[in-house]
T-cell receptor
Framework: GAVVSQHPSRVICKSGTSVKIECRSL??????MFWYRQFPKQSLMLMAT?????????EQGVEKDKFLINHASLTLSTLTVTSAHPEDSSFYIC????????????FGPGTRLTVL | AQSVTQLGSHVSVSEGALVLLRCNYS??????LFWYVQYPNQGLQLLLK??????LVKGINGFEAEFKKSETSFHLTKPSAHMSDAAEYFC???????????FGTGTSLTVIP
């Protein structure tokens, strides 16, 4: 149990286009989902915290108009990278916290974004 | 505020040798502590977690970690390394369920045959 999926796993796009990444909790409900960005050989950097039915909370330095986050249901959060540029190329990972008292987060397999 | 320090960005051990990955934390409240493993181009898999119950926590794949409050440490160990243990390991801390995790910078484990 506690599986989180991400789609797509890889995406290549042209500079200036927008890309949507989906994060789904497959067998549990997640009140809170998190979006992270990971550069090669580095740790995960939290971008934003997404709560179902409310606006996402962005970390300092993350442009909310560029990285649009929607958490429309208890099993789905989406991250849209708008007007992507080469510097947005990265590995994006989501995690989901199950509703209730469990303390751990469950991570998706990640999405490799390459912007040409 | 919470933070995590992982000493040693790269650790190499021989197959069959003891694995020791270090993690020290800083937290203003009793922490929840986690170890995750990441294989190339994959997400993070939970190895084990500390939630203020037993201080010695056993996880998957033979790993365990001991919470030492006096040393603010949560080091990860495995008695005998296997080739399949080669991966990136992250220590993380949180202050309560549903709140963000603070990750360490990660330790890359290499297992030498």
């Amino acid at each position: 149990g506690a599986v989180v999926s991400q789609h797509p796993s890889r995406v290549i796009c042209k500079s200036g286009t927008s890309v949507k990444i989906e994060c789904r909790s497959l067998d549990f409900q997640a009140t809170t989902m998190f979006w992270y960005r990971q550069f090669p050989k580095q740790s995960l950097m939290l971008m934003a915290t997404s709560n179902e039915g409310s606006k996402a909370t962005y970390e300092q330095g993350v442009e909310k108009d560029k990285f649009l986050i929607n958490h429309a249901s208890l099993t789905l959060s989406t991250l849209t990278v708008t007007s992507a540029h080469p510097e947005d190329s990265s590995f994006y990972i989501c995690s989901a916290h199950p509703s209730g008292p469990r303390v751990e987060q469950f991570f998706g397999p990640g999405t490799r974004l390459t912007v040409l | 505020a919470q933070s995590v320090t992982q000493l040693g960005s790269h650790v190499s051990v021989s197959e069959g040798a003891l694995v020791l990955l270090r993690c020290n934390y800083s937290s203003s409240v009793p922490p929840y502590l986690f170890w995750y493993v990441q294989y190339p181009n994959q997400g993070l898999q939970l190895l084990l977690k500390y939630t203020s119950a037993a201080t010695l926590v056993k996880g998957i794949n033979g790993f365990e970690a001991e919470f030492k409050k006096s040393e603010t440490s949560f080091h990860l160990t495995k008695p005998s390394a296997h080739m399949s243990d080669a991966a990136e390991y992250f220590c993380a801390v949180s202050d309560q369920p549903g709140n963000q995790f603070y990750f360490g910078t990660g330790t890359s484990l290499t297992v030498i045959p």
